[in-house]
């Protein structure tokens, strides 16, 4: 397979070879034709001054006439390296002058010139391009008439001859020339070519190169700044993906040894009391009762964790339908208030559901509920004994302002800004402290970005940290 290198070079050489080619092609093949039309037109355009300064002469075509032109007259020889002569409307000759006082009108010339002039006297413009068989030489011979000042009739012609010799010359020279400069133009353009494929291709196979190492699993890469074109925002865009990378392989690393630890305890429990049950406990009915209490209470947790990574895999694979209607807060408040009850008495904690009458958010209902859920149960793992857990809801302005304020340990600035990332744990220690799976916060932030709406977490130095989010009031509505 080429190289990108290699191809860019081809690609340049070859838009490079094909703009000679064209330059060639009009150069060698239409310049002679297309110099010579051009010094014909602008001998035509010439020569029709000199017979409209002729017309300005009052009466027929004389001598005197022409002296008072032979300034004119002879600059247009000389500047052109002409032949001219003027007749008058029988044909007789009124002034003839050569630039090289060959006599030209002789001959062949002669007999081409009869020609030329017969057609001029009827009024008509005439031309004539041929090639002298003896000296090989290009010959123009052109006529023009000469009219009266009413336009009626014709009072002489005004001949024109020339070689085009000169103009083969010239366009013989430019084709000489045009070898030298496509030499010199390829030669530039393989030079320009070959550093244009080099600066680009250099940093693709670096970047290359990097992304083969993060295919190898290797995360720590050394990639300098390539500029701010779009090759160097792809560098700092793979150094980016990278270190995101990193840090889910670190996630996942932890969560492997989260994860196993959460399912070898509640494991571990059910497995030592039911083992106590068979073996000791069976025919004493309270200590029974309350290994079996045990064994369902650690069988919910390892529930609700697999039924988090679950949920947390359906959000992030399928991402999150939502159904929008309007919610009534109170409701929903109330029912998760109740389903928590019997926790906040086991645990004595405090929970009280404080919020305005009659206030309508605008959500998928069962999202809304599970990041409520998650957001308590969250709470009431960080709060103690004794502790509190209130839920506040209230209207700012066209939004319902949603607050879980729980009672505890502040959480530290560098834990908050990682808060929302699946598995991450604010205390890492594995124990009673490593409440929970690490997920529920996880589930939550993808439902509210769904809904696009605010949310965030202040922890304070007293304890108290409060979950936030907002949601448009019920006559507003979210964008689906």
């Excluded at 000296?135 to 052109?142: G, H």
């Excluded at 359906?314 to 019997?342: A, C, H, T, Y």
């Amino acid at each position: 397979m080429k190289k990108i290198g290699m191809k860019l070079w081809m690609g340049m050489m070859l838009l490079v070879v094909s703009m000679l080619i064209l330059l060639w092609l009009f150069q060698v093949v239409f310049l002679e034709n297309f110099y010579m039309t051009m010094q014909i037109n602008k001998l035509e355009s010439r020569g029709e001054e000199i017979v409209l300064n002729l017309q300005d002469q009052e009466g027929n075509l004389n001598d005197i006439q022409i002296m008072n032109m032979l300034e004119e007259l002879e600059a247009f020889i000389y500047t052109y390296n002409t032949s001219l002569q003027i007749v008058d409307a029988t044909g007789e000759t009124i002034y003839q002058m050569d630039n090289n006082n060959d006599q030209p009108f002789t001959g062949m010339l002669r007999r081409q010139n009869t020609q030329i002039l017969d057609h001029t006297l009827e009024g008509n413009k005439a031309r004539s391009l041929f090639k002298h068989p003896r000296f090989n030489t290009d010959y123009l011979i052109m006529g023009l008439p000469i009219m009266s000042m009413d336009g009626n009739h014709v009072e002489g012609a005004l001949l024109i001859m020339t070689t085009m010799a000169p103009v083969s010359d010239t366009a013989g020279i430019i084709k000489h020339q045009l070898i030298y400069i496509t030499a010199i133009l390829f030669l530039i353009a393989f030079g320009i070519a070959y550093m244009i494929s080099y600066h680009l291709s250099q940093p693709i196979k670096k970047i290359n190169k990097a992304a083969q190492e993060i295919a190898q699993g290797k995360w720590d890469i050394q990639m300098e700044k390539m500029g701010e074109d779009e090759i160097g925002q792809l560098a700092e865009t793979i150094k980016d993906m990278a270190a995101s990378l990193k840090q889910t392989d670190k996630l996942r690393k932890e969560l492997i040894g989260n994860i196993s630890h959460e399912l070898r305890t509640p494991l571990s429990l059910i497995r030592g009391y039911a083992e106590t049950i068979r073996d000791i406990s069976g025919e004493e009915q309270e200590k029974r009762e309350g290994h079996l209490e045990i064994i369902i209470d650690e069988s919910e947790r390892l529930g609700r964790l697999i039924d988090d990574i679950l949920n947390l895999s359906q959000l992030e694979v399928d991402g999150v339908k939502m159904i929008p209607e309007p919610i009534d807060m109170k409701e929903l408040l109330e029912s998760i208030k109740n389903r928590f009850m019997d926790l906040a008495q086991k645990k004595a904690i405090n929970l009280e559901v404080m919020l305005e009458d009659e206030l309508v958010g605008f959500g998928d209902y069962k999202r809304i509920e599970q990041v409520m859920m998650n957001l308590v149960g969250n709470a009431f793992n960080h709060t103690p004994s004794d502790g509190y857990v209130f839920i506040k809801a209230q209207k700012i302005k066209d939004y319902i302002n949603i607050e879980v304020i729980n009672e505890g340990v502040k959480i530290r600035d560098e834990d908050i800004e990682h808060i929302w990332e699946r598995y991450y744990k604010v205390n890492k220690t594995v124990g009673e402290s490593s409440i929970g799976s690490g997920l529920g916060l996880a589930i939550v932030k993808n439902i509210l970005l769904a809904h696009e709406v605010d949310f965030g977490v202040n922890s304070h130095d007293n304890g108290t940290t409060v979950f936030w989010f907002r949601l448009p009031s019920g006559n507003l509505g979210i964008k689906k």
